[in-house]
Structures are given as C-alpha cells and as structure tokens.
C-alpha cells in the first residue's frame, strides 16, 4: 500500500469519525432513532444557543466593543446549526453520493494500481482538514475554561459579589444567581463548543472528502481514456477488440454521469452552507480584524483567539472554495485527455459521435444556491468585501 493510499485511508475515518461522534452519520441500524436524536438535540441546542447570543448582540447594538466580540460566536453557532440542519434534512442522498463514490474508487483501486498520481492532491486535502479541526479545538477550548479561569480567580478574593461567567456572551431570559443554575448552563454551553467542533469538522471534512474522490475519478477517466482509446494500427482490422473498446467507452460514460449526480447532490446539500458561509465569514472576519486593531486597552490573551479565530474563518472559507477549484481544473484535464485520445482517426462515426457528446459537456463547477460559482475567487471575494465592512465599522465607530 502507498503512502498516499494510507493517507486516503486515515482521511476517510477522520471525517466518518466526526460525522459518527456529531451524529450525522447515517445509521441502518435497529438504534437509528436513537442515534437520530443525537442530530435533533445537536440542532435543538444550537439553535436555543443561537437566541440567546443574538438576544445579547441585539441589547449591545450601541456597543462597539461588546457588538464585535459576540457577533464572530454568534455567526460560529449559525454556520454550526445551518450544517446540522442541511445535512440532517439531505442525509440520505448525500449516504447514496458517499456510496457510489466510495464503489467507483474502491472498484478502480481493486483493477488498476493508481500510485502516487492519482492521489496527488490527497496530503493537502487531509491536512487541511486537519488544521482546521486542530485550530477549532484551540480556540473551542480557550473559550471553555475562560470562565472557570475567571470564577476561581474573581471569587477567591470576593465573597460577597460572585460572578457566574459562561463561554458564550449570551442574554437569557432569567438571571443565573446560584451555583447549581450556572452549573447548568455551562454544561450546556460545553456542548455547544462540542457541536461547532463535531459538526463543523465532520460537515466541512465530508464536503472536501467528496470532492476529492470525485477529482480522483475524473483523473482515472482521462487515463482512462489516454491509454484505452488512443488508435492502435495492428487492431484496426480486429472486430473483438474493437467491441471491447465500445464497452469500455460505455463504462466510462456512465462512471461520468455518476460523478455529475453526485455534483448535483454535493451542490443541493451545501449550496445554503456555502452561501450563508461566504455571509458570515466575511462579517465575522471584519469584527474580529476590528477587535484586533481598534479596540484599545486590549488583553494579549484576547488578540491571539481573534488571530486564531481569523485564521479558523480563512481556512473555512478556503475549504470550501479551494475543493471546488481542483474539480474544475480536474474537469479541464479530463476534457483535454479525451481530446487528445485520437478520437477522430476511428471510421465508425458513432464511435466518434460520442467522443464528441463528451467534449460537448461543460466543465464541472459548484454552484451555491444556482448564485455564484463556488472557486477561488469567491475566496479572494470574501477577503475584498470583509476589508470593506471592516473600513465601514471603523468609520461608524469614529462618528460615534
């Protein structure tokens, strides 16, 4: 087994292990209602987390300083509870992608030996995910034991005055004036650092996941096509061989239309998460940039989770740009090595009727929503618009 092969294999756990762990993941199982509740309570949770920190941005509008600090958590939860509900509500179709993906790579793993060509982009999809989920627990986990942090500090050398501080900046609708009471509301919003962890890792990691094999699978179409289709003199003449190379060629059109269901698939699901993520991420960017550089008197505890938090958002954004960008060059590569497979020298027309069908398709592309196409330029997108609503906030601030 190669190394990149391993890779792949540790890739593969590491976002079914997140999906299983955030309750995602689809199971067939006598426990599937049981397991089902794991998603419900998920989503339940993030939403009442949700209220109660919009309820705290709302009350805080005047306040700069208290508007930019809560907003970045407050977009965190609403990226969280939009992933959970889109991949609950298309769980089953985005089970039947994940199946016939993981069949059409399986199945060409087993006939051909790949190497290290196909899978050339494995490494960097897998560490990604990897930074991304090791930056996320860094910054989950500041914000967890800040307030435990505080408690024992504070109430060490004030008895009469305690403070209940939670994780979250948030606004409920009764006071939190006992130890029993704060008890649970930390727990409560432990969990909820634990579904942006799980579901995001698990979400973001199944999206790249998928589009990696399908830029695999386009790969091995145009070898595919490069060595089967290319003319060969001394089998001209040779009907068998000839009805062979129709087979194949049939093959590899339906492995085609495959991969573009499951693109369809891909886009319906994560078409609302890429939009709504684009929104937040370019808002949350401009607060936390805000925090960093505007707000003076500032706790160099406070600026390194901004510094991680935007580094967090760019990593989140860029996985989900970036992906889309190696299917369409990918796309690109497979409509040139059909090309350039001697497609025309062959005499039977229909033969070459449907190399042309093929060259006809357009490259493959994600779309949000039917919106936007999803590629690196809505990445650098990102990056002008939250430059621009960051020089805006600075400008309101300056008027106040």
């Known amino acids: 087994m190669s190394k990149e092969l ?30 089902r509740c794991i998603s419900i309570w998920s989503i339940f949770s993030s939403f009442i987390s949700l209220c109660v920190v919009g309820n705290f941005c709302s009350q805080n509008v005047q306040n700069i300083a208290l508007l930019t600090a809560s907003f970045s958590l407050f977009c965190a939860i609403l990226n969280t509870t939009m992933k959970a509900c889109c991949f609950f509500i298309y769980q089953n179709k ?7 993906l993981s069949s059409m790579l399986e199945q060409a793993l087993s006939e051909t030996d790949i190497g290290s060509i196909a899978f050339s982009w494995v490494r960097t999809f897998y560490r990604l995910i990897y930074l991304q989920f090791t930056l996320m627990a860094i910054n989950s986990t500041i914000h967890a034991f800040k307030p435990l942090i505080t408690r024992i500090l504070y109430n060490a050398n ?19 004036d006992s130890m029993l009471v704060w008890q649970l509301h930390y727990l409560f919003d432990l969990n909820i650092v634990w579904n942006i962890i799980s579901v995001s890792t698990g979400v973001d990691g199944f999206f790249s996941f998928c589009l990696f094999r399908i830029s695999v699978m386009l790969r091995l ?3 595919e096509f490069e060595m089967r289709f290319s ?5 001209k003449a040779n009907k068998e061989y000839e009805e062979n190379r129709k087979r194949i060629f049939q093959e ?8 573009l269901k499951c693109r369809d698939i891909v886009q319906e699901a994560y078409g609302p998460v890429i939009l709504l993520t ?14 960093v550089l505007q707000v003076k008197g500032q706790i160099m505890g406070k600026i390194i989770m901004c510094t991680v938090f935007i580094f967090m958002k760019l990593l989140q954004t860029f996985l989900y740009a970036w992906p889309a960008d190696v299917i369409l060059i990918e796309s690109d590569r497979f409509r ?6 001697d497609w025309y020298k062959h005499k039977d027309t229909s033969f070459a009727k449907g190399f042309t069908l093929i060259l006809a398709q357009r490259s493959i592309v994600l779309k949000a929503c039917d919106l936007m196409q999803v590629s690196l330029d809505l990445f650098v997108k990102v990056l002008n618009t939250a430059v621009s609503y960051y020089f805006l906030l600075e400008t309101i601030d300056k008027d106040k």
């Not at 792949?8 to 997140?18: D, E, H, I, L």
């Not at 003319?231 to 089998?235: A, I, L, V, Y």
């Open 336 to 341: 040139h090595k059909v090309y350039f497979s």
């Open 221 to 223: 179409l145009g070898f």
């Open 231 to 235: 003319t060969d003199e001394k089998n």
């Open 278 to 291: 684009t929104i937040t991420s370019a808002t949350s960017l401009c607060t936390l940039i805000f925090q």
């Open 94 to 100: 985005l089970q039947q992608a994940n199946d016939i």
């Open 252 to 259: 590899c059109v339906n492995k085609h239309a495959l991969l």
């Open 6 to 35: 391993k890779i792949y294999r540790k890739y593969a756990s590491f976002v079914k292990r997140f999906l299983l762990l955030s309750g995602m993941c689809p199971i067939t199982k006598k426990r599937d209602v049981f397991y």
């Open 158 to 176: 004030n008895t009469t005055n305690l403070q209940y501080p939670l994780p979250f900046p948030a606004s409920y609708p009764w006071t939190i």
